[in-house]
């Protein structure tokens, strides 16, 4: 029986592990709008200011602070 709650708490470790990973990931190529608020993704060679789709406007890279 200890062997399966060991499993069962290192799966649900490596999981939380990984939805971190992810997320910091995302927080690296989102950027979020300051004008409309909106977040989209860029690509990682991009330029630092990018523009807005919705409203236009121009946003600094990296300016999503992580959790
Ligand atoms: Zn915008």
Redesign the pocket.
């Known amino acids: 029986m200890m062997i399966g709650v060991l499993l069962v708490c290192c799966l649900w470790i490596w999981n939380l592990w990984r939805e971190r990973r992810r997320e910091v990931h995302r927080r690296r190529i989102a950027i979020q ?6 977040t989209y993704a860029i690509p990682k060679k991009a330029a630092t200011i990018t523009q ?6 121009h ?1 600094q890279r990296g300016a999503l602070d992580p959790i």
């Open positions: 709008c300051r004008i409309c608020n909106c807005c789709p919705s409203c236009g406007s946003n």
